[in-house]
């Protein structure tokens, strides 16, 4: 019996093969547009290496500082006070505008004011630079020994540097195997081996996969202390390319962490370089998703970024999904209305109400089914097309086949509950009505 119904299907979709193909093409190009975009936020906010422990994280990034100006505004009024007219000269201020630089944070000014904050387990400063290379172009990060305790890079041989290395300024260097292929042409037995970098060689002691996020984009991890950043390790400088990493023992020492920050900020001066043109030191502590949002949206606000991104995305998904819903809804109707007469040749056949009404609930459901599966293959070609292009640079995409089945469930059920609602008042056509409609 089943094997009739699946018969009768495959042979219904193929008699318009147009209707069939806008439907297929709308179902799965929009669940594959879908699936590459949830493949890149999960990319940036999913849990794993080398930030397995990002809800307990807190970010620094920068360093605001700022001037405000505000303009008198006198009452000038007069009055009559024992018989004598008395002028009021009481006014008000307003605030008419500000001045403001922003930038990334000088080393000196962390280790001055934010190394050691209460309800941190740990912390680490670090920078980002595209430096040159005789062979390569090379995203560098200068850190201190704690970069790989709060970042959980995947090693795959070597290790990190110690806090000896950094005190000593030992030219040691931790570098991703995708570097160790480029440089090296293999991405294994490079341990010892010497990588140049703005003419100075590194020995290689370590070797990690891509964390593959934007923040943690790096191809080589080398001690802060030596190298051009000097100047802004000793010089009072409130400006420099640093930005601070704070991480709690448990996610709820996220906002405690933050309020630590926040009461330091309060209690911080402009640096002296600075006061002659700012009087206001701002430094904003972010949760990990909120300055991801920030980085992505370029909003002063972290807070307000992230709520805007979160319901930006949100509306994106559900009108991704609604695309395909209501187009397979449409086309339902379209194919319908115009099978009334092979309804009605059916029906004087003596085929029964709940037979034609299986089979266009199976339609519906093959359809959809091939549509998705259409789709999702869509998307792997997708994410392996720019996985191995490296069009966004080393970030690494993956397919999430759970958002795929609820995506194809939610399309299921919307068309199969408007599809079941025609295809029932289809059914129950008189013969001769259906007849007359003469679309067959």
């Known amino acids: 019996m089943i094997s009739n119904y699946i018969k009768l299907v495959i042979r219904a979709l193929g008699q318009n093969k147009f209707f069939t193909s806008i439907s297929l093409f709308g179902i799965s190009f929009t669940l594959a547009i879908l699936m590459l975009i949830i493949s890149m936020l999960e990319t940036e906010v999913d ?25 008198t505004i006198y009452s000038y009024d007069s009055t009559m006070y024992n018989g004598e007219i008395v002028i009021d000269f009481r006014y008000k201020l307003y605030e008419q505008g500000s001045s403001n630089s922003n930038n990334e944070l000088a080393h000196w000014f962390l280790e001055e004011h934010l190394d050691d904050i209460p309800n941190a387990v740990n912390q680490t400063f670090f920078n980002r630079n595209q430096v040159n290379n005789s062979k390569v172009e090379l995203k560098a990060v200068y850190a201190d020994h704690r970069f790989g305790e709060v970042f959980d890079f995947k090693f795959i041989d070597g290790f990190g ?16 195997d995708d570097l160790a292929d480029k440089y090296f042409g293999r991405r294994d037995k490079v341990l010892g081996k010497n990588i140049e970098k703005n003419g100075r060689n590194y020995s290689v002691i370590g070797v990690i996969k891509p964390a593959g996020i934007m923040l943690l984009s790096l191809d080589i991890v080398v001690p802060y202390t030596h190298d051009y950043i000097d100047s802004q390790i000793r010089d009072e400088n409130s400006f420099g390319s640093y930005m601070a990493m704070y991480i709690g023992d448990e996610s709820s020492d996220v906002e405690l962490i933050k309020e630590d920050i926040k009461f330091i900020n309060s209690n911080t001066e402009v640096p002296a370089p600075a006061r002659e043109y700012f009087d206001i030191t701002e430094f904003k502590p972010y949760g990990f998703h909120e300055a991801c949002a920030g980085q992505i949206l370029d909003m002063n606000n972290a807070e307000q970024s992230l709520n805007i991104m979160t319901w930006v995305m949100y509306a994106l998904i559900g009108f991704l999904i609604l695309l395909p819903t209501l187009n397979l809804i449409n086309l339902n109707v379209g194919r319908f209305m115009e099978r009334n007469s092979e309804i009605g040749v059916r029906k004087a056949f003596g085929v029964d109400r709940t037979t034609i009404l299986v089979q266009f609930i199976l339609e519906n459901i093959v359809q959809t089914f091939l549509g998705g599966l259409i789709g999702l293959g869509l998307a792997i070609l997708g994410i392996d097309l720019i996985n191995d292009t490296n069009l966004i640079g080393d970030i690494v995409l993956k397919v999430n086949y759970r958002f795929f089945g609820y995506s194809l469930i939610i399309c299921l059920l919307f068309g199969l509950l408007l599809g079941i609602l025609h295809a029932y008042r289809m059914s129950k056509m008189h013969i001769v009505s259906a007849l007359k409609q003469n679309k067959l």
């Open 47 to 71: 849990t794993n290496p080398a930030l397995s422990e990002r809800d307990k994280m807190v970010l620094v990034p920068n360093l605001q500082l700022k001037k405000i100006f505000y303009d």
């Open 161 to 176: 540097f110690n806090e000896t290395a950094v005190k000593n300024e030992e030219l040691v260097a931790v570098i991703t």
